[in-house]
C-alpha cells in the first residue's frame, strides 16, 4: 500500500469512502461545489492533509491529518487524525493498521507531540481497532453542531 496526498480528482473516490459507512454515510451528501470548495481549502492550508491509500493502483482509504499548534503541553504540536476509511470489501485485511502507522510516524516527522482523535461512541469495532494500536480513550468529547 501506498499513501499519497489527494487530489481534486480523488474527491468523489474519498467522498465513496466517506459515504459507504453506517454510521456517518448520510452526513456526506452529493458531490459538488462544497466539496471542492473544502478541499481547496485543505490543499492551501500546510497544517491539513487529506490523504489516500492505493493499493495497486486503486483507492482504497482515506484519512484527514491536521497539525495543530497549542499553548498547553508546553507548546505541544497535536495531530489529529479524522474520516479514516478503508474500502468496505478490505476491511480486516490490516489495511487500516497501516494506515494509523504512517499517520502517526507521518506527525512524529512533523514533531507532533500527540496523536489525537475522535470516534462514534456507536463504532465498537473501531474502538478495540484504536485500542489495538494503542490509543487511549482518555478523553469524553463532545460536539455542538452548528447548523
Known amino acids: 500500500m501506498t499513501f499519497r496526498t489527494a487530489t481534486i480528482e480523488d474527491v468523489p473516490l474519498v467522498l465513496a469512502l466517506l459515504a ?11 458531490y459538488g461545489e462544497a466539496h471542492r470548495a473544502a478541499f481547496e481549502a485543505i490543499e492551501a492550508d500546510p497544517g491539513n ?18 497539525y495543530i499548534p497549542g ?23 490490516g489495511l487500516g493498521g497501516q494506515m494509523m502507522r504512517w499517520a502517526v510516524e507521518r506527525g512524529r516527522i512533523r514533531g507532533c507531540a500527540l496523536a489525537q482523535l475522535t470516534t462514534n461512541k456507536a463504532r465498537g469495532d473501531a474502538h478495540r481497532f484504536y485500542d489495538s494500536l494503542g490509543f487511549v480513550a482518555s478523553h469524553e468529547g463532545y460536539k455542538l453542531a452548528l447548523n
Request: proline share 0%; glycine share 16%.
Open 20 to 30: 459507504d459507512d453506517a454510521v456517518s454515510g448520510a452526513h456526506q451528501g452529493e
Open 71 to 93: 499553548i498547553s503541553r508546553g507548546g505541544a504540536l497535536r495531530l489529529q487524525i479524522e474520516g479514516v476509511r478503508v474500502a468496505a470489501h478490505l476491511r480486516g485485511r
Open 49 to 66: 492533509e487529506l490523504v489516500v491509500a492505493e493499493l495497486d493502483g486503486e483507492v482504497v482509504g482515506t484519512m484527514q491529518l491536521t
